[in-house]
């Protein structure tokens, strides 16, 4: 292997075995394989969860397009320019072929984010967007449909140039071109990815290209595989993802630098902290934005508990009892440690609780089936550390219980987290309980902590009191 290759950067994010169409593609090992740390008592935090893997997860999990109530921003290049929005997938003039696929897909409506980017992707002339919504409101869908409608499908070479954080990613990606593409046949897509090994100079003929920056640089700089002057759409996904893995941020500057001045320059990000703006700014030039906030999370409709406990031992008997005394249809227990969640799983088996776990050491798609499994009832219990249940949202939980509470990696309280586990939004505005385990002066205060941030009360619980208990169900 080369080692002046752009593409070794990516390497590790990208090797895994997997077949694309007839294409087998052999890599080294398998990012999502984790190893199993010798005792298995790291600490959520210390286990390095990637971006990537999350919005990986979040993906294979996702069965819906997700509701927002907020209101979408839109900032135009020109403020003077009619504002246009679509309330249905005809009024955008799609050609036959796409709208079928579209309705082939389930999508009655478009989505929030899609009524305001679509007809700005679709505009003559192309305008440049960079938009921000959290994962799972239609942005993917929305830009393969805008690659889709901008392609000519009687050239023979790429103009649309699509490039995703993780191999991984770029093969989910693939997937949603070739479903919405599906009655589109003459429109051909390759995958730019790590193992699709091509020789040097041979002219790719398929329209659009999706893959990985460094395997995108190798194949238009060193292969001459692409030439980067006929692109017509080049995205940018998963912005927010693609900067935290190093070299990705200048690989992806150097392939926009390549491409014609007239190129629509399309960049979407799930989050929007400030370096990810920032990039997002040398990657498009004089974009339109638009911004979808996420839906706030609230402790409004939960009755908040704490059981004071001296061992792990203890906490479990709390639980026992809580379980002895309230019917839980379906709960989520947060543990500090995989050593914990793995001990406190056998434990509850052991009491004839079906218990799924869901550990850091288990491949994605693993951690998809087991809360599919969850979701669908299958299991009454989840237990996790705060890593693997990021970004989750299980709505028929109704009890969260903080076996260990949540800290950040520094040992202090983390409100975001403490909000995230129990929280609910607007639209699961269901009541809930959640159950904290203090066992110690440290976590008193910061139990205390949390009560002050959020300036909710949180009340003792004496779970030896079985009458005591039966009452918080109520
Ligand atoms: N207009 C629509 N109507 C119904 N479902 C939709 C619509 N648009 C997208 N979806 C579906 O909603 C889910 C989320 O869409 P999509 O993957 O495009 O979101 P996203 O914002 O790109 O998320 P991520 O950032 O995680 O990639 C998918 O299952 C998709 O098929």
């Known amino acids: ?20 169409g007839n294409l087998r593609i052999m890599e080294a090992g398998d990012a999502n394989l984790r190893q199993t740390d010798d005792d298995g008592d790291k600490s959520d935090e210390e286990e390095e969860e990637d971006r990537a893997t999350q919005s990986l997860l979040n993906k294979l999990i996702r069965s819906n397009v997700v509701n927002n109530t907020n209101q979408v921003e839109v900032l135009q290049r020109d403020p003077n320019s009619p504002l246009y929005s679509v309330k249905t997938f005809e009024e955008l003039r799609l050609k036959p072929q796409l709208l079928k696929g579209v309705y082939e897909m ?13 007809p700005m992707m ?41 490039i995703s954080p993780t191999y991984e990613l770029a093969l989910q990606t693939g997937k949603v071109i070739e479903q919405m593409g599906k009655f589109y046949p003459e429109v051909k897509l390759a995958y730019a990815v790590r193992g699709h090994k091509m020789e040097r100079g041979v002219k790719i003929k398929e329209q659009i290209v999706i893959g990985t920056p460094g395997t995108v640089l190798d194949w238009c700089i060193k292969l001459k595989l692409i030439d980067p002057k006929k692109i017509k759409v080049f995205v940018l996904d998963e912005a927010d993802v693609m900067i935290a893995t190093q070299g990705h941020q200048d690989q992806s500057i150097r392939i926009q630098r390549m491409l014609p001045k007239g190129c629509q320059m399309l960049l979407f990000s799930a989050t929007f902290e400030d370096s990810v703006w920032k990039f997002a700014e040398r990657v498009v030039p004089d974009p339109n934005i638009i911004k979808l906030k996420r839906e706030e999370e609230t402790l409004d409709t939960i009755k908040q508990y704490y059981v004071l406990c001296n061992s792990k031992e203890d906490k479990f008997n709390a639980l026992c009892n809580i379980y002895g005394a309230i019917t839980i249809a379906q709960a989520m227990i947060f543990c500090h440690t995989r050593k914990t969640a793995n001990w406190l799983a056998n434990q509850l088996s052991k ?29 009454k219990v989840l237990i996790t550390t705060n890593v693997c249940a990021r970004g989750i949202d299980v709505e028929q939980v109704s009890v969260v219980i903080n076996f260990d509470l949540p800290l950040d990696k520094d040992g202090n309280p983390d409100n975001e987290t403490y909000l995230h586990r129990i929280g ?36 003792r619980l004496d779970t030896d009191d079985l009458d005591e208990i039966e009452k918080i169900a109520n």
């Open 106 to 118: 389930g999508f009655n409506r478009p989505s929030k984010i899609q009524e305001n980017a679509l």
């Open 424 to 459: 609910r939004t607007g639209r699961f505005g269901k009541r809930g309980l959640a159950v904290n385990m203090v066992d110690s002066q440290r976590s008193m205060e910061i139990l205390k902590t949390y009560e002050r941030h959020f300036n909710k009360k949180i009340a």
């Open 1 to 20: 292997m080369a080692t002046d290759s752009w593409a070794l950067a990516v390497d590790e994010q990208e090797s895994t075995t997997k077949t694309i």
């Open 351 to 379: 009491e004839g609780h079906q218990v799924a776990l869901l550990s850091g050491e288990m491949a994605v798609e693993q951690r998809a089936a087991v809360i599919e499994r969850f979701r669908d009832g299958k299991e």
């Open 122 to 162: 679709l505009a003559e002339p192309p305008q440049n967007l960079i938009a921000q919504s959290q994962s799972g409101t239609g942005k993917t869908a929305a830009f393969v449909l805008a690659m889709l409608s901008h392609v000519d499908p009687s050239l023979k070479w790429p103009q649309c140039l699509c």
